[in-house]
């Protein structure tokens, strides 16, 4: 289904209750993605036979953070905040035991932009990426062979506090959830050749 991504994030909400096919028009990279009409938007894409990796798209509007809940909650989960430092979407692990701003956290996971699917313009940043090793086995993410799962969501319109630090905190979220998504629909034959344009 390829619907202009500016559509997406401003359509109405009886179209957003889950995750639904969508191929970027800038990568032509297919996703299961999911889409709110604050101008948040997070979409998946997994190789054939599963692995510790995914590729990402997040995206969200002006200087706000977007959030996402690899495990679907917020606590206890492995998270990826991201957000826009001027014209450069950047993003960083997160993890916490309790509400709050959750601190960052390293490990031998990763975070490689791919440089076609991220930019910034007059509406939205978008940030896409090749996530390694990010698909965890110690329950805080999503399972590698799992058809379907919950994934968790995030947003707010306000800066984080320091944007230009990986590790800055933010104010609490203004609009957030979980939903379905169909992870066998995230699947593609093409996967190596859209995580080969990460650098």
Known sequence: MKIPLSLLLTTTPSLLASAIPYTDSKTGISYSAFFDTTGYSFGIALPVNASGDFIGLVTGKGSG???ISLGGLMTNKLLIAAWAN???PIASFRKTARPGSPPEVTGTFSLIPIANGTYTNTTHWSLTFLCKACILTDGTTFAR???TDMLGWAYNSAAPATPASKSTTFTKHIA???YAVNLTAARSPLFETWAGWAK
Do not use: F, R
Request: glycine fraction near 24%; hydrophobic fraction near 35%.
């Open 176 to 178: 957030q959830g979980q």
């Open 86 to 88: 001027g014209k450069t």
């Open 145 to 147: 062979a799992a058809a």
């Open 65 to 67: 953070w977007s959030g």
